[in-house]
């Protein structure tokens, strides 16, 4: 079965106000000490794996992974294809900010094996990007984008909408200026309020109020339609791609495949085992050097909890799901896996498409989600 790797990266430029703070800045960083940690947590993670068939994708994620040194991004990838090898396509992404300083080091990092990389851009607007904490201005972002166009074979751009006041002109006009840059991958996520992050401190102290439910709605509809318009249609609730051009990492997830992750606070999923790395820095390098990984936690999944997952990120994804796979997969009759009540009435509604086993949310039922899943997915699947 193909498999992916995740390679979590922990270190940032500074801490940005909508995360949970949990990013770690470092001013000087050992890197002969990280390359041989990770290189270790890498052999841990394939000693501990079942399948050893080649890897469809590597993701570096994490904090700001594009001020990773290239020597150090070739010296992981060398590795991780001696250990499992590489499918013929594979496809390796990297995370980074749009920023001159990471855009810099583009050119060295597609020659250490990089194929794709994933800006978060965020916005087209200097005012937007000064509300949303970041250390990037427009033209700066634009500058990195076309450097990225030049040497790597996929792009693609994070932005963020439904800010506060945001219009539907507005975001129009945006989305638009940002569907002329020629990406061939768009993640367009709406604007979340977080526990214990500086925007959630700022709603509570009326510094500025969340877009309504329904102007987000009618933002998340003008998206839709003008991705689908440009050629980028949705595959994901937030993401969108020229056919063939989706995020193979991402669809690994979303599809409830094994993959894997190493370094600090990487989670993964092999073989029905969910694993976790340590998550501070200090205790991840600490660990591999008493245990030989950075592992913190490894945990049997059961089947039911399996089969929750499965339903609650395939029904994400514009495909949707098969019952009839998913019971062969979970040995859990078809009944079994969704509230079958619910199902009929969303069907009627028309927020769910029904098609013998095969089942998807619908663009009328996107922007209701999450309280779809809520209905559909049992509550014996989710409790465990």
């Given at each position: 079965?193909?498999?992916?790797?995740?390679?979590?990266?922990?270190?940032?430029?500074?801490?940005?106000?909508?995360?949970?703070?949990?990013?770690h800045?470092?001013?000087?960083?050992?890197?002969?000490?990280?390359?041989?940690?990770?290189?270790?947590?890498?052999?841990?993670?394939?000693?501990?794996?079942?399948?050893?068939e080649?890897?469809i994708?590597?993701?570096?994620?994490?904090?700001?992974?594009?001020?990773?040194?290239?020597k150090?991004?070739?010296?992981?990838?060398?590795?991780?294809?001696?250990l499992?090898?590489?499918?013929?396509?594979?496809?390796?992404?990297?995370?980074?900010?749009?920023?001159?300083?990471?855009?810099?080091?583009?050119?060295?990092?597609?020659?250490?094996?990089?194929?794709?990389?994933?800006?978060?851009?965020?916005?087209?607007?200097?005012?937007?990007?000064?509300?949303?904490?970041?250390?990037?201005?427009?033209?700066?972002?634009?500058?990195a984008?076309?450097?990225?166009?030049?040497?790597?074979?996929?792009?693609?751009?994070?932005?963020?909408?439904?800010r506060?006041?945001?219009?539907?002109e507005?975001?129009?006009?945006?989305l638009?200026?940002?569907?002329e840059?020629g990406t061939?991958h768009?993640?367009?996520?709406?604007?979340?309020?977080?526990?214990?992050?500086?925007?959630?401190?700022?709603?509570?102290r009326?510094?500025?109020?969340?877009?309504?439910?329904d102007?987000?709605?009618?933002?998340f509809?003008?998206?839709?339609?003008?991705?689908?318009?440009?050629?980028?249609?949705?595959?994901?609730?937030?993401?969108?791609?020229?056919?063939?051009?989706?995020?193979?990492?991402?669809l690994?997830?979303?599809?409830?495949?094994?993959?894997?992750?190493?370094?600090?606070?990487?989670?993964?999923?092999?073989?029905?085992?969910?694993?976790?790395?340590?998550?501070?820095?200090?205790?991840?390098?600490?660990a591999?050097?008493?245990?030989?990984?950075?592992?913190?936690?490894?945990?049997?999944?059961?089947?039911?909890?399996?089969?929750?997952?499965?339903?609650?990120?395939?029904?994400?994804?514009?495909?949707?799901?098969d019952?009839?796979?998913?019971?062969?997969?979970?040995?859990?009759?078809r009944?079994?896996?969704?509230?079958?009540?619910?199902?009929?009435?969303?069907?009627?509604?028309?927020?769910?498409?029904?098609?013998?086993?095969?089942?998807?949310?619908?663009?009328?039922?996107?922007?209701?989600?999450?309280?779809?899943?809520?209905?559909?997915?049992?509550?014996?699947?989710?409790?465990?």
């Amino acid at each position: 079965m193909a498999q992916s790797l995740y390679i979590h990266w922990p270190f940032c430029l500074a801490k940005c106000p909508y995360c949970d703070f949990n990013s770690h800045v470092r001013e000087r960083t050992d890197m002969a000490a990280w390359e041989a940690a990770l290189l270790a947590d890498m052999r841990a993670e394939y000693d501990a794996t079942v399948s050893h068939e080649p890897l469809i994708s590597i993701f570096f994620g994490g904090g700001t992974p594009s001020l990773m040194p290239p020597k150090l991004v070739a010296s992981l990838l060398r590795e991780a294809e001696r250990l499992w090898g590489f499918a013929p396509d594979i496809e390796i992404t990297l995370e980074g900010n749009p920023s001159s300083v990471e855009a810099a080091n583009f050119a060295d990092l597609a020659s250490a094996g990089i194929n794709r990389v994933s800006l978060g851009v965020q916005s087209l607007r200097d005012e937007a990007l000064h509300f949303l904490g970041r250390l990037h201005g427009v033209e700066e972002a634009l500058a990195a984008i076309e450097t990225a166009n030049r040497h790597f074979s996929r792009v693609s751009i994070d932005l963020i909408y439904a800010r506060p006041e945001q219009t539907p002109e507005q975001w129009h006009q945006e989305l638009s200026e940002a569907l002329e840059l020629g990406t061939s991958h768009m993640s367009l996520y709406q604007l979340t309020i977080e526990p214990t992050t500086r925007f959630a401190t700022d709603v509570r102290r009326g510094v500025f109020d969340p877009l309504d439910d329904d102007p987000a709605a009618d933002l998340f509809a003008l998206t839709r339609e003008m991705t689908a318009k440009a050629g980028l249609p949705a595959y994901e609730i937030s993401n969108h791609a020229r056919p063939g051009e989706e995020s193979r990492h991402n669809l690994t997830y979303w599809r409830y495949r094994d993959y894997h992750g190493i370094g600090p606070g990487a989670h993964g999923r092999r073989a029905g085992i969910a694993t976790l790395r340590h998550k501070k820095p200090e205790n991840f390098l600490a660990a591999v050097e008493r245990h030989g990984s950075g592992m913190s936690e490894q945990r049997r999944l059961g089947i039911r909890e399996q089969a929750s997952e499965a339903l609650l990120m395939g029904l994400r994804l514009t495909e949707g799901i098969d019952l009839a796979d998913l019971s062969r997969r979970f040995s859990i009759p078809r009944e079994g896996l969704v509230n079958s009540e619910k199902l009929a009435l969303y069907s009627d509604l028309g927020l769910i498409a029904r098609e013998d086993d095969h089942l998807a949310v619908t663009d009328a039922g996107m922007p209701l989600l999450d309280a779809l899943l809520g209905e559909l997915v049992p509550e014996e699947l989710v409790a465990q």
